[in-house]
Nanobody
Framework: QVRLVESGGGLVQPGNSLTLSCVNS????????MGWFRQAPGQEREFVAG????????YYADSVKGRFAISRDNPKNTMTLQMNSLKSKDTAVYYC????????????????????WGQGTQVTVSS
């Protein structure tokens, strides 16, 4: 069973940084693509960043490219999202997710492609 737990959210001022972590307390997910999504009040859940099973390939939403960095440590069952130069529009609940490959192609930006989700962690960017 895969059980994802996020941590690291909080209140931060604009321009500052925050690091989110996602730990899998279940079996190793070394073969699973993973990603971060976020959902602001009254808005749809949106893709933030994705990472291949081996960490070799990463994907970012245009809104966070150059500011956020996704990484993973498979032996430790951990995925991280380093968020720099935070803006008020980054305020949202952030979710980590993992999905199983079902072919040669995986759409990291599609929330429907993921099978497992964490409970979310709140990030608030405000002065």
């Amino acid at each position: 069973q895969v059980r994802l737990v996020e941590s690291g959210g909080g209140l931060v001022q604009p321009g500052n940084s925050l690091t989110l972590s996602c730990v899998n307390s279940g079996p190793t997910f070394i073969d699973y693509p993973m990603g971060w999504f976020r959902q602001a009040p009254g808005q749809e859940r949106e893709f933030v960043a994705g990472i291949s099973y081996d960490g070799g390939t990463t994907y970012y939403a245009d809104s966070v490219k150059g500011r956020f960095a996704i990484s993973r440590d498979n032996p430790k069952n951990t995925m991280t999202l380093q968020m720099n130069s935070l803006k008020s529009k980054d305020t949202a609940v952030y979710y980590c997710a993992a999905g199983r490959m079902r072919g040669n192609y995986y759409d990291y930006t599609d929330s429907g492609a993921y099978d497992y989700w964490g409970q979310g962690t709140q990030v608030t960017v405000s002065s």
